[in-house]
């Protein structure tokens, strides 16, 4: 789990650079942030993909926006071939993944009926693979 920063920021480039990679990807729902005098800080909604029954945040800081903008850009790269995929759907979630360095746990994939081949593979890239037989359902 991300640390909770208590950092914000001002600067009007980071807000907006955030909240548009957000309307880009239509994932209005995939961030979350809180607010302090003068300054906000976002974070990327990661909940139930590393661990199971989670409630999960990754701190999006000012030096974090050219991986969200990557993560944007290789999501939209499968939509365009793809006219199916729901690639940008994830964009938090691989955010949080690269990042962290790290695969979600597999009942994500598994559950996750509109992730496809291509968006896995991003997915699978992002780390090594996990031991996590403990997060695979049982019911």
Known sequence: MSE?????????AYIVDVLSIYAEADSHGGVFWWTKDDGVVFYA?????FAWASADLET???????LLRRCLDDLNAIERE????VA???LSELFASRKRGM???SCC???SHAMDAATAAL????????DDSDGKRTS
Not at 4 to 12: A, G, K, L, N, Q
Not at 60 to 66: A, F, G
Not at 82 to 85: A, C, R
Request: net charge negative; hydrophobic share 25%.
């Open 88 to 90: 940008t759907a994830y």
């Open 60 to 66: 999006i800081r000012p030096e974090d926006l050219p």
């Open 123 to 130: 997915f699978d890239a992002a780390g090594p693979p996990r």
């Open 109 to 111: 994939y598994e559950d």
């Open 4 to 12: 909770y920063v208590r950092e914000y920021w001002s600067d009007p």
């Open 45 to 49: 909604i990661c909940s139930d993909w």
């Open 103 to 105: 695969r979600p746990q």
């Open 82 to 85: 793809d006219k199916k995929s």
